[in-house]
Nanobody
């Protein structure tokens, strides 16, 4: 069973940066894709970014974060990161790390494992 633990959320001013981390453990060899989703109050869970574990060049980003967010992974530490720059008030949400046994899906229903979430609040 894969466990995911996020960290790094917090309060930041608009235009600032944060880096989220997600440490994976247990059965990680079955995982093909690591991703970040977010969910703001009253809204559906939104795809943010994903990375194919076996090819670091294969990454997808949601349209709203392209050019501002970067997903990366330290394979030796089984940790995936989300570097968030030029943050906006509309980036405020709970951010979830997710892992899938499928290759590079964008739908939340295609992800098998989820972290507990970490709150990111951007003040304007």
């Amino acid at each position: 069973q894969v466990q995911l633990v996020e960290s790094g959320g917090g309060l930041v001013q608009a235009g600032g940066s944060l880096r989220l981390s997600c440490a994976a453990s247990g059965g990680t060899s079955s995982i093909y894709t690591m991703a970040w989703f977010r969910q703001a109050p009253g809204k559906e869970r939104e795809f943010v970014a994903s990375r194919y574990r076996w090819n670091s060049e294969v990454v997808y980003y949601g349209d709203s974060v392209k050019g501002r967010f970067t997903i990366s992974e330290d394979n030796a530490k089984y940790t995936v990161y989300l570097q968030m720059n030029s943050l906006k008030a509309e980036d405020t949400a709970v951010y979830y790390c997710a892992a899938s046994r499928f290759r590079m899906k964008k739908g939340a229903s295609d992800y098998h494992y989820w972290g507990q979430g970490t709150q990111v609040t951007v003040s304007s």
